[in-house]
């Protein structure tokens, strides 16, 4: 028979998981090196978790400050009305026209003037069909409601992806690595503008941390399939798609069915006529350039740092520039990590070289497509952790996730957003960082010391019930086990 818990045994149950969560050491392996995790690093993590929370206060207050401007206001939640007028015209049985751009102002111009919106410039809204089609319930509910619903959601969705990669990627400081994650500004600059990229990095992140611990080809098919959900936003599926057709193609496999999937059902949605007007959309998206907050130069890739230098060159030549340079940097990528995905050599940092690689060289990517940086910074944090690390190469690990992580709240605060000033001082840093890692996957030497993810970690086993099933209260775990991510 189960007793019921005491007020006074929910305390103690609390402060006993606090001050096991507070334990850095591995106490059936304290006098083994290679199989403890250094107490100094798992105390950086802590502490730059609580250092990241007061980064985000910034963003908040941009968020839902007193001094905030309203949703619709002006500029604030712009975004998300693009994704509102397509879920409009899908829930009016209008599909067919959803790709039109005069039906797209037509249905903006009715909503604004029945939400008495302050937003009042046109985006055109060029994710596939099968987007809007997943979202037209919203269509039932007032703007500002359904946006702030959205809001929630995407960050649920947004802690979720952050917690999956922490216990598979760095067991030793799972909240941690959830808290750094979710103070991330790019996250909270998506909230603000409504766009869609949490509700993807969810799958994605479930679809990496499943190919991490695949056991068979059908665990491999699964992950594939979570993460070909990148095709919602088609550019950033073609490097990891291709990374994962060399070494994984179980998974490739499973990226191109839902691809398919998405494909067919977005053609099913709107038929030939819907079709041409995609095409023409597509057009005239790729000629957009949008506001004074949004234009080329403002995006976070190949094409924005280019177009920053302000090279005295013709329209095409920069353009072919571009493509040379994103070719490039793709191919070497799919060839760096079409050798370290494979099991036993380096998939947890080719995973995040390829999302990595898969922004920079997109066409169109804003700073808001950060977030898929989760995987990248998931990693990077399990290998400062690995046992038996020296604290040098620990916090040489550490310094990219710590320094992208603070830039990106430091310079949002400290320059005029106008300035770009995350594009034009990060995207290179970016840049820097992918060819580091390209390469030392790439460099026999170097990939050697790279190889044998997953590393044994150290985690606790769960607490024991006893014989009636309650939980001992104050008692230490009973056992260890090694997390290995298989």
């Given at each position: 028979m189960t007793t019921a818990s005491?007020?006074?045994?929910?305390?103690?149950s609390a402060i006993h998981r606090l001050k096991d969560w507070a334990r850095t050491d591995d106490p059936g392996a304290a006098n083994d090196p290679k199989h403890r995790v250094r107490r100094a690093i798992v105390w950086l993590w802590r502490l730059y978790a609580v250092v990241s929370l007061l980064l985000v206060v910034d963003s908040l207050d941009r968020l839902l400050g007193p001094t905030a401007e309203p949703a619709f206001g002006r500029h604030h939640a712009a975004d998300f009305g693009g994704f509102y007028t397509?879920?409009?015209?899908v829930w009016r049985d209008r599909a067919s026209d959803l790709g039109?751009?005069?039906?797209?102002?037509?249905?903006q111009a009715e909503i604004q003037a029945r939400e008495q919106t302050g937003w009042k410039w046109?985006?055109?809204?060029?994710?596939?069909?099968?987007?809007?089609l997943l979202t037209a319930p919203i269509a039932e509910l007032p703007i500002r409601t359904a946006y702030w619903l959205w809001v929630l959601a995407s960050v649920a969705a947004a802690g979720v992806a952050a917690y999956l990669l922490a216990r598979v990627l760095s067991p030793a400081v799972p909240i941690a690595t959830t808290i750094i994650l979710l103070c991330f500004e790019p996250l909270w600059h998506l909230v603000w503008w409504g766009q869609v990229d949490a509700f993807i990095l969810l799958p994605v992140a479930a679809g990496c941390a499943l190919l991490l611990r695949a056991r068979s080809g059908r665990d491999e098919v699964a992950a594939g399939l979570l993460i070909g959900t990148l095709a919602l936003i088609p550019q950033y599926a073609v490097v990891p798609f291709l990374a994962l057709?060399?070494?994984r193609r179980r998974a490739a496999a499973g990226m191109a069915a839902m691809g398919g999937l998405l494909a067919l059902a977005s053609v099913a949605m709107v038929g030939r006529d819907g079709l041409a007007h995609y095409v023409d959309m597509v057009r005239y998206f790729g000629a957009f350039t949008g506001t004074a907050t949004v234009t080329e130069r403002a995006m976070f890739n190949v094409r924005g740092m280019v177009l920053r230098l302000g090279l005295d060159l013709g329209e095409q030549t920069i353009i072919r520039l571009v493509w040379a340079i994103a070719l490039i940097l793709a191919a070497l990528t799919v060839a760096a990590a079409g050798r370290a995905l494979r099991p036993g050599r380096a998939p947890d940092l080719a995973?995040?070289?390829?999302l990595l690689a898969a922004l920079l060289t997109s066409y169109h990517t804003h700073r808001q497509t950060?977030?898929?940086?989760?995987?990248?910074?998931?990693?990077?944090?399990?290998r400062s952790l690995a046992p038996g690390t020296h604290p040098a190469v620990a916090l040489l690990w550490a310094t990219p996730v710590i320094g992208l992580h603070a830039a990106t709240a430091i310079l949002r605060r400290e320059f005029p957003i106008s300035a770009y000033p995350i594009q034009t001082y990060l995207a290179p840093v970016c840049l820097a960082l992918l060819l580091l890692l390209a390469l030392a996957l790439l460099v026999p030497h170097l990939a050697r010391h790279l190889d044998g993810w997953p590393r044994v970690t150290v985690a606790r086993l769960p607490q024991q019930k006893s014989g009636d099933g309650s939980v001992p209260v104050g008692e230490p775990r009973p056992a260890v086990r090694a997390v290995t991510g298989s």
């Open positions: 005491t007020p006074r045994d929910v305390t103690a397509g879920a409009t015209i039109d751009i005069d039906t797209q102002k037509q249905v046109f985006n055109p809204l060029p994710h596939p069909p099968v987007l809007s057709a060399v070494a995973l995040g070289l390829v950060l977030v898929f940086l989760f995987v990248l910074f998931a990693a990077l944090v399990g």
